[in-house]
């Protein structure tokens, strides 16, 4: 097991390697660098040539890209991020400010997807061909259908414009550090976060759960003579649970889209908004420390799938 | 036993009568089975015809502005209202819906046609090809691809272009993905050795004999392509790095909501717009779901 | 004389009460497609401590039949339309789901074909076995991996002890039917079903489970039906045979008879298809001839007419029942006497 683990996690090196060296390609061959932040069209007029090659040097823009890539990384590996000019803080602060909002919205959006989707899955499959399965499936498929920035909207207007059941936007009331307001603020766009995936979780869970039921194995248990809940969740759902696991492990980087609209659409201080804002201000420190960041959580969050994975299926160890 | 009626031999030899249907005359019977998919491309027809002729439904200008009329709510002249700018919004709404559903099949008629490539690459000659295609789809399958998007959009500029060729640029992994498997698993099949046997080129192996092959399975990635790059448009715009106003599109009319003041008073502006961008999707995806019904060989006899 | 003889035989048949009574059991599935018509109205009888063969082609509704004895088809889409199963003297069809929950595993046992599919690919050998007894018998976890040891060990698995914590994956397919075979016989059932479970196995594990099935049914004194579609295997392990054909028993008689004087057409077939050792080998193999009937849809006379060499016009009109030739050999068949 712990040589599994640590294979899975050396294999997502290369690939953070990668992605970074991706983002600062594209960033090179783009037009413009971090010194047109300082030079703007008042500005410019007051800098002489001198200033500006002084400048450049300062923000050590000078060296050739490969050598100011090595420099980043060096200084990423020493916990150093840089610094960003357009939000005043250092970015490694920023980013880890951020990145623990988010955390707490993605894990409440998540987990509200596993509670809803996977026993919603279970009762369908189990309920095959009744009106509740009937109903629940179509409002899945409704679910599956409808992207955070729409179903953002329209919770935003109808539960905090015009029910005012929460707050319409933000993390916390100003001067309010307590949990319960956290929640209050949390509810809903932790839920709008969940529904799309709830759907898709229950939609295959639900497909899983028929495919087993009809496994030789269940027709074991079964004729063993095992109660009904025994066979359903220790011989059925536990195999079942199997490709769901992986899907969950794969829509997290899904997740991470779906926060920048939820952020963005009710202020939430988390990454997605971070980046969306460093994205159109071409913050250039917090587009390399926020996409190694992002691709780093996506691969943690990998790994976390493929232990789970491994911890229920018995085949996989063995491996 | 018992009697045999007529209406139990009438059964019987259409029973038997689908063992000789063609499988694409199969797979249309067993989709118009498919009750909801049937409607869905109905309504999406209805769109389509809305969208695409919209002078004949409405004879307001979707970008020229009357600053007399702004902000009205819907009723009168303006069955849904007007915008900030005095613009109709059933106007916008439906020329709108041409560029959307334009930029949504554009992009992923580029999709589809470069996940085509590199999956047939991939799969037919395996080895160094299957491996680099192989890891950059991992790779881009790991990451989320609105992330990769916004920067993209963000550094090349918004425009309409912009926007078709990087989401056609980057929602190809998926299919990719399906026809590397698919030509992976063919390529082991007696009728392609023989066509090694004959001599003929690759390329006329891989287009005449295998890919034909894929295409049932491809049917429902095809529309769900479709409905995903409607959706990258929608919300690219909807972040105001998508497609530039003031060309309408549904994403960028509801960008409107991201203001509070519109999202409270003027629901009407985005509303509309919401209200399509679901059904368009809703309507693809049902449609998709009854394809993969239809071409699903297992779904035969249940 | 003769008269009391006779009668002396019914009596001693009644008083020994049968096993499993199994009455007009008709089971059907209701698809898109139609009402596929599995079992037809089977009747026979299960003595206590007997070995009996099922055989039949597949698809001819054995597995089925002997399924809706457990109960554990698909409801929907698998019906059991009418019948009457008396096992012990209750009629199982009667019984309340926890009741006959009580007779499956403990009263009686199935082992299946697949042994690669039968197990639970996520739960070790041991739990495996220790549930069905801690369900049953009432056994304490401590207790249940005790006989859990001695049952491997009985049905030969080397090491049984660390075999508890193992996977199946870890088992070769000879093994896990051995397991199998364990877990069925671990609450002493008096009926064991063996639904086909040599095919899916090596030729020369097959022996070794077949031998292993036919020693431990002496020494525990179980019944066991043994469900096949190779009569060969039918000839060395059991005492009578029943034979199946598109849901209906066309013929059943003790062993020997069976082979010696096959009284319906099909079985006559399904022996001529038989390699046999002591003819010349140049002789070819005989075949039936067509497919088995659409059961969607039968015939209203004989479901074999189509396929048989002595089919007549009667055939054609009414099926037959299943009638005595001779003591204890029945047929389903018109042309019976000229066979």
Known sequence: ?319 | MTMKTSTETKQLTTYQDKKIESPLKLALRRFLQHRLAVVSAFVLVAIFVLCFGAPLFTSYDPIGMDLAVRNQAPGGAYIFGTDTLGRDIFTRTLYAGRISLMVGMAAAAISIGLGIILGAIAGYFGKIPDMVVSRITDVMMTFPPLIIMMTVAAFVGPGLMNVILIIGGLRWPATTRLVRGQFLSLKNYEFVHATHALGLPDRMIITRHILPNTLAPLMANITFAVSAAILSEAGLSFLGIGVPLPTPTWGNMMENARNLIILQNQPWIWMPSAAFTLTTILCINFIGDGLRDAFDPQQLFN | MHLIHSNYLIDKRDLLMALLEVTDLTTTFHLKAGVVQAVNGIDFLIEEGELVGLVGESGCGKSVSMRSILRIIPQPPGKIESGKILFKGKDLLSLKEDQMRNIRGKEIAMIFQDPMTSLNPVLTIGRQLTETMEEHLQLSNEMAKKRVIELLDLVGIPDPKACLDRYPYEFSGGMRQRAMIAMALSCSPSLLIADEPTTALDVTIQAQVTELVKSLQKDLGMAVIWITHDLGVVARLVERVKVMYAGYIVEKAPVEKLYSHPKHPYTRGLLASLPRLDEETSAELETIPGQPPNQLDLPKGCPFAERCSYQVEKCLEENPMLEEVEKDHYSACWEKDRL
């Open chain 1, 1 to 319: 097991m712990g040589r599994y683990i640590l294979r899975r996690l050396l294999i997502n090196i290369p690939i953070l390697i990668v992605i970074t060296i991706l983002v600062f390609v594209m960033i090179e061959i783009t037009p413009g660098d971090m010194a047109d932040y300082f030079m703007s069209e008042e500005t410019i007029a007051y800098m002489t040539e001198a200033d500006i090659i002084a400048l450049r040097e300062r923000l050590g823009l000078n060296d050739p890209p490969p050598i100011r890539y090595l420099k980043w990384m060096g200084n990423v590996l020493q916990g150093n991020f840089g610094f960003s000019f357009v939000e005043g803080y250092p970015v490694g602060e920023l980013l880890w400010e951020r990145l623990k909002n988010s955390g707490v919205l993605m894990g409440a959006g998540l987990l509200v997807a596993v509670i809803l989707g996977i026993p919603l899955g279970v009762f369908t499959a189990l309920k095959q061909y009744s009106l509740a399965d009937f109903f629940l499936t179509g409002l899945s498929f409704i679910g599956l259908s409808m992207p955070a920035f729409i179903s953002g909207i329209i919770g935003m207007y109808v539960f905090a414009v015009r029910l005012r059941w929460v707050p319409a936007g933000g993390m916390r009331t100003p001067m309010v550090n307590t949990f319960a307001n956290l929640l209050h603020h949390l509810v809903l766009p932790a839920s709008i976060l969940a529904i799309m995936h709830g759907a898709q979780f229950m939609r295959y869970q639900r497909f899983s759960m028929l495919e087993v039921l009809n496994a030789d194995y269940v027709v074991t248990a079964t004729a063993k003579g095992m109660r009904r809940r025994i066979v359903v969740a220790r011989h059925a759902l536990r195999n079942a649970l199997i490709p769901v696991v992986t899907m969950i492990g794969l829509t997290i980087s899904q997740f991470v889209a779906g926060a920048v609209f939820i952020e963005t659409i009710f202020g939430w201080p988390g990454m997605g908004r971070l980046y969306y804002r460093a994205v159109i201000s071409r913050d250039y420190p917090i587009i390399m420390g926020a996409n190694l960041v992002i691709a780093a959580f996506v691969l943690f969050a990998n790994l976390i799938t493929d232990i789970t994975y491994a911890l229920i299926d018995p085949r996989v160890r063995y491996e």
